[in-house]
């Protein structure tokens, strides 16, 4: 597991409870507590393992530079070359040969000497390729390598409870003194894990039938909040060409819309609607959403009122924190999914101006539509920001097929970013509050 992701969730839980003063009751901060070491005592299990230990790469000998220098030369018209950082060679010309028939030869050239490599489009003329010295980042091979499922399984276990304990705890049921009620809390649990455990498998199915080394899904829990800080994959080989960057970028959140949009059609009939001068600011705007609008038109027709808010189900906001999630991961931002679809279709280049582009626009919806939305700003920011590594093939573009989902998924990011707009409100019958 990444030590990173480890420190994040522990110190969301600790700002959690220094937000909110009502969580520091006994039961709360043991819970926390208990929390914190089950999740530091997984990362020494992984620790243990080699999971965090960094393998220092071989140096690059003038002779071995010499010899990939003259390999590389039959692809590529070199009009430059450096070292960077971690025994990378990194050179710049123009393709000699068409950009397949390169990476097939660069494929081969590489396999034999156990290097990772990236091939990417500078401009029109020029390329840049990038090889790593043998041992500095792991190569994807058949068959995978061996992996453990002990800690994942027990992580999701461990998600499962706390995210039953949240569930009831939403309702005003303490399991603690009624363990007996727990039942209440499994609708918002097992929508909510499915819907991320869905997410998570679509991205760890597709990166294994590209033969991409990647980890199973880990789950974080914890005994607040949502019960959970969500799931993650881990990603340890360079995915081979644009085509498997992106469909492994877009499995995930197509798969968590396979059960969020159940559950909603399902939990909003089940879901409670108040006169909006009776809800006290609490409730839900179905107009907030314009796939949220959708999807209630569908499930509740001519019941929807435009002076009503709603108190959503558990498994009716389950769904809704899945439209949520899947909105924050279509963001064509740096190493979100978006981000990785965005590079997949419009290259390095454009992706880094769209990111630049969307974190700019996120900001100022939190600034001046939904401040709500400045915590998570602030939080893709710093843990999502930065482009990751191309695929080793990134001269390739996708088909047109391809990338006519990809224009879809970023209209797909509209309909659930974006509040219903004013002409729809009368054939809709719902209200906006946000225009």
Known sequence: MKASSLLLGFALGLLL????????????????????????????????????KKVEPPRVDAYDQALLDTLVSNVLDITGSKRGK?????????????????????????AEQRRNYYLERIDDQESRLVVHAPGSARIAVDPAPKTSYVRPVLLLVATFLTTTWVGAAHQGIDLLREPGRFPAGIPYSLG??????AHEMGHYLTARHYRIDVSPPYFIPVP???????????MRSIPGT?????????????????????????GLPLS?????????????????????????????????????????????????????????????IGQLDGGHIAHALFGGRGARTLSRFAMGAVFLLALFVWPG???????????????????????VPLSLSRRLLGYGAMVLLLLIALPLPHPLYESFGLHCPYL
């Open 17 to 52: 409870l220094m937000l909110f003063p009502s969580a520091h009751s006994d039961t709360m901060f043991w819970l926390f507590l208990l929390t914190g070491i089950f999740l530091l005592v997984m990362h020494a299990m992984d620790k243990g393992e080699g999971g965090d």
């Open 86 to 110: 971690n025994g990378m060679l990194i050179y710049e010309g123009s393709l000699k040969i068409d950009p397949e028939e390169a990476v097939n030869r660069l494929e081969n050239l590489c």
């Open 192 to 197: 909510l894990l499915l819907i991320l455990g």
């Open 224 to 234: 607040f909040g949502l019960g959970t800080f969500g799931a993650f994959i881990s």
């Open 242 to 266: 644009r085509k498997a960057l992106f469909d492994v970028a877009l499995a995930g959140p197509l798969a968590g819309l396979v059960i969020a949009v159940p559950a909603l059609l399902i």
């Open 272 to 332: 409670q609607y108040i006169p909006i001068e009776a809800s006290m600011g609490g409730g839900t705007s179905l107009g907030s959403s314009i796939l949220l609008a959708t999807l209630a038109k569908l499930a509740l027709g001519s019941e929807l009122a435009a002076t009503h808010v709603v108190r959503l189900h558990p498994l009716a906001f389950a769904g809704w924190l899945g439209l949520f999630v899947t909105a924050l991961n279509l963001l064509p």
């Open 373 to 395: 939305l400045l915590f998570f700003a602030i939080l893709v920011f710093f843990l999502a920001g930065r482009t990751g590594v191309p695929p080793r093939n990134d001269v």
